[in-house]
Each structure stands twice: as structure tokens, then as C-alpha cells.
């Protein structure tokens, strides 16, 4: 039988990323945290932490990590069951991954109101939607948003929809590529820089291949790793760039960006994932993740 105490001491040192940290959290004393931590990896008989600068999980503590979460989340809500079933009466956290372009344009505006009714708390984890569910299978996060289709081991993948993406640039810069019959050039679009928002962005290499089948293209790249600052890095003209429709719809008062390829788009395909056994309050924010994604999101692949 694990000690509740100890798992508790686990998760805050690395959910705060020091003893010291945990200890203030827990109101302990720094030998106290020190004391849990050591006589639980006594018990299982291996390292949980890597110390150093920042202390990080090796895996069986990521492991454990999870597990102090669930366990966490199935206490609150056995108290709002002997409490008549309400709200809880303790915040609980609930953490996710997310790609940014969900996070802004859909996922957040969609589950507030359910944070507020529930009394919930979240923690973002922000990726590239190809890689959010590493998250989930670390036990980093409860659910994620994520382009993979097969569930993972112990979760549920459900499909959300379609975000769909469009090249977008500067009309001046667009009107610089374009020949003599008004075509955009494939040569001089990558001769200028392409605006991507991290290293794991492969939208504009999906365009590229859909469109111009150009794969393994070699071009020049701005890395703008925010959505704000991406669309504006666009707008000042310093490149092309994938943006998706839903945040298209919401640049009424910005300066005007141009489609590269008008109608040429690049679709992908959203899944929630999460744990097949979620307790009660994980199960309101799936909920409210799939009443969000089902009310602005496409199932069609048509236009």
C-alpha cells in the first residue's frame, strides 16, 4: 500500500520543480519532503527523482505522478458525493495538453463556463497537436488534443473534427510571387521566409507537399512560437504561414492577410484523448471539450 503523504510530498516536488518549493506548498519542512520522498523510494526500491538544478521524475515517477493525480481527482469526488453532490468545495486541477491554435480559437472559450460550474482548475500544457499525447502518455496530463487516431494504452481517443488550414501572407508580398498568368511561383515562395510557430510545426512542409508536391523543401524560417506575434509576424510581411479558419474569422480589425492558394487548404484532424476511466470531475471537462469542438468544429472535408 502506497503512503498517501509520500505520493503527496512526490507530486509537489515535481509538479513545483524543488523540495523547497513542495515544502512551502505543504507547509513541511525541507527534511520532511526530503524524509517522504526517500522512505518512499526505499519501499519501491528505485530512484523516483533526478536531482539537480531542476529535479525532474525518471519514469517511475512520472508513473507515480499520474497515479497521485487520479487519486487526487476520485477524493474530490467521493467528498461532493457525501457533500449532496455539488460543487466541489476545493479547487482541483486538471491538466491537458493542447495545441495553440485550439487553445485560442475554441478549447478555452468552450470550457470555462464548465471550470467555473465544476470547480476546476487548469493546466495547460501547450504542443504541436502531432505531439500533445506524449504528454498524455508521460502522465503529465489527463487528456490531450492530439492528431492521433489509435488510442493509447488505458485511454479513449474520440474524434473532435477538422481545423482547417489556409497559407496566408501579406497581399504585397503575395502579388511579389506571382507570374506573368497571376500563378504564384513555388520557386519564389520559398525563396522567401516561411512563419512557423515551432520546430515541430509541420503544416507548411503538408501544404508544400499537397499543393506544389514539393517534399523535403528547403526554405528560409522565422520561429514564432505565439499566436498573437504569429499573425502579426505575417501581417508585417515577413513571411508565409498556415493559420487556421476559426482564427481568420476573428481578424475583423487587424490588418489584411491574403490567401497564397485561394481554396488550397491543409486539413487536420483533432482527437480528444484521455483516460478510458476518468473520475467525475475529468469527465465534465471531456464533456465540455466535446460540446466545444462539436459547435465550431467540421466533420467534412469538403470546402
Not at 529535479?55 to 461532493?80: F, I, K, S
Not at 465544476?118 to 492530439?146: P, R, W, Y
Amino acid at each position: 500500500m502506497l503512503d498517501a503523504r509520500q505520493l503527496d510530498a512526490l507530486a509537489a516536488v515535481i509538479e513545483h520543480g524543488s523540495f523547497g518549493a513542495a515544502a512551502k506548498a505543504l507547509s513541511l519542512t525541507l527534511a520532511a519532503v526530503s524524509l517522504r520522498i526517500k522512505s518512499l523510494e526505499g519501499t519501491l526500491g528505485q530512484r523516483l527523482l533526478v536531482r539537480g538544478k531542476q529535479v525532474r521524475p525518471t519514469p517511475a515517477g512520472q508513473a507515480l505522478l499520474g497515479h497521485a493525480r487520479q487519486v487526487r481527482l476520485m477524493e474530490a469526488d467521493l467528498v461532493a458525493g457525501l457533500q449532496g453532490g455539488g460543487k466541489a468545495t476545493r479547487l482541483q486541477s486538471l491538466s491537458v495538453a493542447v495545441n495553440a491554435d485550439s487553445l485560442t480559437s475554441w478549447f478555452l472559450p468552450g470550457v470555462a463556463p464548465a471550470l467555473h460550474k465544476h470547480g476546476l482548475l487548469l493546466d495547460v500544457v501547450v504542443d504541436d497537436q502531432d505531439h500533445t499525447h506524449d504528454a498524455l502518455k508521460s502522465g503529465d496530463v489527463m487528456g490531450c488534443v492530439t492528431t492521433l487516431a489509435q488510442a493509447m494504452r488505458g485511454c479513449v481517443a474520440e474524434p473532435l473534427g477538422l481545423m482547417r488550414y489556409h497559407c496566408m501572407a501579406a497581399p504585397a508580398l503575395v502579388e511579389q510571387w506571382r507570374g506573368g498568368n497571376n500563378v504564384v511561383i513555388p520557386q519564389r515562395l520559398l525563396a522567401s521566409p516561411a512563419v512557423i510557430f515551432n520546430r515541430k510545426d509541420a503544416l507548411q512542409d503538408a501544404f508544400l507537399a499537397q499543393h506544389f508536391n514539393l517534399r523535403d523543401a528547403l526554405y528560409p524560417r522565422h520561429f514564432v512560437p505565439a499566436v498573437d506575434a504569429f499573425e502579426l509576424a505575417l501581417e508585417l510581411g515577413m513571411g508565409w504561414g498556415m493559420v487556421p479558419d476559426l482564427l481568420l474569422a476573428a481578424r475583423a480589425h487587424r490588418p489584411a492577410l491574403q490567401e497564397v492558394l485561394p481554396g488550397h487548404t491543409v486539413d487536420v484532424m483533432l482527437y480528444w484523448q484521455h483516460w478510458a476511466s476518468e473520475p467525475v470531475l475529468a469527465q465534465h471537462l471531456t464533456r465540455a471539450v466535446k460540446d466545444a469542438a462539436r459547435a465550431v468544429l467540421s466533420y467534412s472535408n469538403s470546402p
